[in-house]
């Protein structure tokens, strides 16, 4: 009954933008703290950024700081991820989890492929 649908991936070159979507339903978003997550083969799957409930605080890794942007639609019911000067090593498949954890939800989408060229 709860989904969550990543989508905007795709092959770009370096220095290129993408931006994604996570697209909800069963769940109203906004009240969820919503976050990126990425996957690179042979990898850890690691938190890109992530943006509160409420407030709307918004948080990075290091690696992406002032290149990723994470913001809220909640009248579409999404909360999306743009993705500047994008470099190689962003390649991975992002995931989307939404989570509210004083009610232990934690949600995740099926992700979606950034490839980026040299």
């Known amino acids: 009954q709860v989904q969550l649908v990543e989508s905007g991936g795709g092959l770009v070159q370096a220095g290129g933008s993408l931006r994604l979507s996570c697209a909800a339903s069963?769940?109203?978003?906004?009240?969820?703290?919503v976050n990126w997550y990425r996957q690179a083969p042979g990898k850890q799957r690691e938190l890109v950024a992530g943006?509160?409930?409420?407030?709307?605080?918004?948080n990075y890794a290091n690696s992406v700081k002032g290149r990723f942007t994470i913001s809220r639609d909640n009248a579409k019911n999404t909360v999306s991820l743009q993705m500047n000067s994008l470099k190689p090593e962003d390649t991975a498949v992002y995931f989307c989890?939404?989570?509210?954890?004083?009610?232990?939800?934690?949600?995740w989408g099926q992700g979606t492929q950034v490839t980026v060229s040299s």
């Open positions: 069963g769940i109203t978003l906004s009240i969820y703290t």
């Open positions: 989890n939404a989570a509210r954890f004083r009610f232990n939800e934690n949600y």
């Open positions: 943006i509160s409930s409420g407030g709307d605080n918004t």
